[in-house]
Each structure stands twice: as C-alpha cells, then as structure tokens.
C-alpha cells in the first residue's frame, strides 16, 4: 500500500454523521455549555486576580485549574460544533496533531494540578500554623509551573511519537476530535511502542496522582476526626468539599470511560466520552462558588464597584 506524505494527509472525523439531527441539537446543548465554561472560569480568574482576599495558594491553584479548561475546551469544542453543522467534516493533519496535543497537554497538567491542590488543602487542616511558610509564593509558583510542565512534557512525547507513524488509506477518525487512541490506529505500521508510552503515561499522571491525593485526603480525614468541636470539623470538611467533588468527577468519568465494557452502540460511547470533556470544565466554577462564601462576597464587591462607576 502506498504511503502518503504527511503534509497532504486529512482527516475525516466521523463524529455522529448517521444521525444529522441529533448533530443539530448537540449544536445548540453545545453552544450553551461553553459560554457557561467560558463565562464561569473567567469570571473566578478575574475575581481571583481582581479581590485581596483571594491571594492565597488555594485560590491561586483554582485559577490555573480555570484557565486550563477553558484552553482545554477551546481545543476542541468550536471546530466540533461547525462539524455538527458541516457536511464536510476533514481536519488537517497539522490541526489534528495541534488539537490531539493541546488536549493531551491540559489533560496531563490536570491531572499533577489535582494532586497539588490536595497537596495545599493537606498543609492548610494538617499543618495550619506553617501554612504560610510552606505554601508561600515562590512555591506556589514552582508547583503551578511543575504542573504545567509536566504535562506539557507528557504530551510533547505522545506526539512525537505519533506523527512518525505513516498513515494510509482511509484517514477516517471514528470520533468527534483528534483522539490519540483513534488516530494511532489508523497508522499502518505496528503502534506497540506508542501503546507502551501511553500506558505507562497514564499510570504517571492518572493513578500517581490519584494515589498521592488519597494519601493526603487520609491524613486529612485523620487529622479532622481529632478535631473536638461540630463547628470546626464541618468548617475543615468544607473547604475540601469541593475539591473532593472535583476530583470525584474528574477520575469518576475517566474510570468509568475505559472500565466499563464497551458497548455495541460505539454512538453512545463517543457521546460519553465528549461530554465527559465538556460538562467537568463546565461544573468545576459552579462547584467552587456554589458554597464560598469568599467567591460570592467578591463577586458582590465586583458587581458593587461596577455599579457605582456607572452611577
């Protein structure tokens, strides 16, 4: 079979071709859910950067959570609803590899961000009395940016590898996006060496982090039982709930994605699958302010300030 140069490779993303109406109503689901990601995480960010009284490593490690679904969305999302609506539905190889990567990058740095946040909410109940000399600035920063170049490491080897491979044939992505594994097996060459550095990515970013997060969710839990009083144990309860929910999402959605057996409908799967991508970033602003009240008396003091300069 003869091979094509990769430049003049594209892609067909085969997404829900079959079922154009359903296309048409995930378009309108979609457009909605991302103003709301865009919205929610950008407003925390400018809340965060704006409001004093939300300097602090907790709030600092939010914001980078924030922005990194918003890119993270932005991948994907905007070309994956002109699909809903094109009958034309081919990628490019350069923005198939731009998308796969990117995705793949925030992923990864999602995964070490999580672990640094339990890391924080660890060191605030644990090891109150240095939190301010352990979490301090310059720490903050080198975590954030640990995170970030972890995983943008992670994806840089992924892709590497990835656009080596030859490519032949039909070049008909059975998904919405770039998806690694669904790209990888359109290769017409053995993906062996991609399979092994995918797996063992994944046991660095999914389950080291997962680990060291019950670990420190384990000193916390003891650390909060010792706690005499109702009020204190329920206000140290509180200010982890949310990154609990976070991260039961996060993980919950992945697990359950390539656990559970697959089923006939390969439909129903790709849907699961991008929907997992779209409703976390979408959740995870609503989550951190639904019960902060520090989110909310900014968010007043903001609204405040704009009025009376209008006024």
Excluded at 152 to 161: G, R
């Amino acid at each position: 079979m003869e091979r094509t140069n990769w430049t003049d490779i594209e892609f067909t993303l085969q997404g829900l071709s079959g079922y154009p109406r359903t296309e048409k109503l995930l378009f309108m689901m979609f457009l909605v859910m991302y103003m709301v990601i865009l919205l929610g995480n950008s407003t925390l960010i400018i809340l965060t950067f704006l409001d004093s009284r939300l300097h602090t490593p907790m709030y600092f490690f939010l914001s980078n959570l924030s922005f990194l679904d918003i890119l993270y969305t932005s991948s994907f999302i905007p070309s994956t609803m002109i699909h809903f609506l094109s009958e034309k539905k081919n990628i490019s190889f350069t923005r198939c590899v731009v998308q796969m990567s990117v995705s793949f990058t925030m992923a990864s740095t999602e995964c070490v961000l999580l672990a640094v946040m339990a890391y924080d909410r660890y060191v605030a109940i644990c090891i109150p009395l240095r939190y301010p000399i352990i979490m301090n600035k310059a720490l903050c920063i080198q975590m954030a940016a640990l995170s970030w170049g972890l995983g943008f490491l992670n994806s840089l080897t992924q892709t590497i590898l990835a656009v080596r491979l030859p490519f032949c044939g039909k070049n008909v992505i059975n998904h919405f996006v770039c998806e690694i594994l669904a790209f990888l097996r359109l290769a017409c060459t053995d993906i062996s060496l991609n399979e092994i550095t995918l797996m063992l990515g994944n046991v660095i970013f999914l389950f080291v982090p997962l680990l060291l997060i019950s670990i420190s969710y384990i000193f916390i839990l003891s650390t909060v039982l010792r706690i005499n009083s109702a009020g204190g144990r329920k206000k140290a309860f509180s200010t982890c709930s949310a990154h609990i929910t976070v991260v039961t999402m996060f993980y919950g959605s992945i697990l359950f994605m390539y656990i559970k057996p697959k089923s006939k409908d390969t439909a129903s799967d790709k849907l699961i699958a991008l929907c997992y991508g779209v409703v976390t970033p979408m959740l995870n602003p609503i989550i951190y302010s639904l019960r902060n009240t520090e989110v909310h008396d900014a968010m007043k003091k903001l609204t405040a300030r704009q009025f009376w300069k209008k006024g």
